[in-house]
C-alpha cells in the first residue's frame, strides 16, 4: 500500500524559508512522478510543483523563483524547499503521486504572518 508522509510545516514570518518533506513508500519511487499540492481555507486544493522520474520540474506561476522541488531516490523522499514566504501561501501542503491511482498523504500546515 502506497503510503506519503509529509513533514516541515510551521510558523513564520514573512520572507523566511521552510522545507517540506514528503517520505513515500510501498511504490517504486525511482519511476513515480511527484506532486505537491496545497490548498489554502475557502479555497481550492492547488497543484504547486511537481518533478518527474526524470527530474523535470513544473511549478504554479505563483511559486516560480520562490520555491524549489527536489528528489532522492536513494531516500523515496521528495522536498519543497519555499523561500521568501508571503502570507498568500498559508496553506496545508499535500504530497500526491499516482500510482494505478492517486494517492495522498495527510498534508502539513504551512502559516505564514508577522
Known amino acids: 500500500q502506497v503510503r506519503l508522509v509529509e513533514s516541515g510545516g510551521g510558523l513564520v514570518q514573512p520572507g523566511e524559508s521552510l522545507k517540506l518533506s514528503c517520505a513515500a513508500s510501498?511504490?517504486?519511487?525511482?519511476?513515480?512522478?511527484m506532486t505537491w499540492y496545497r490548498q489554502a481555507p475557502g479555497k481550492e486544493r492547488e497543484l504547486v510543483a511537481n518533478i518527474t522520474r526524470d527530474g523535470s520540474t513544473t511549478y504554479a506561476d505563483s511559486v516560480k523563483g520562490r520555491f524549489a522541488i527536489s528528489r532522492d531516490n536513494a531516500w523515496n523522499r521528495v522536498y519543497l524547499q519555499m523561500n521568501t514566504l508571503k502570507p498568500e501561501d498559508t496553506a496545508v501542503y499535500y504530497c500526491n503521486t499516482y500510482w494505478k491511482r492517486p494517492f495522498w498523504g495527510q498534508g502539513t500546515q504551512v502559516t505564514v504572518s508577522s
Open positions: 510501498g511504490m517504486n519511487f525511482k519511476i513515480a512522478t
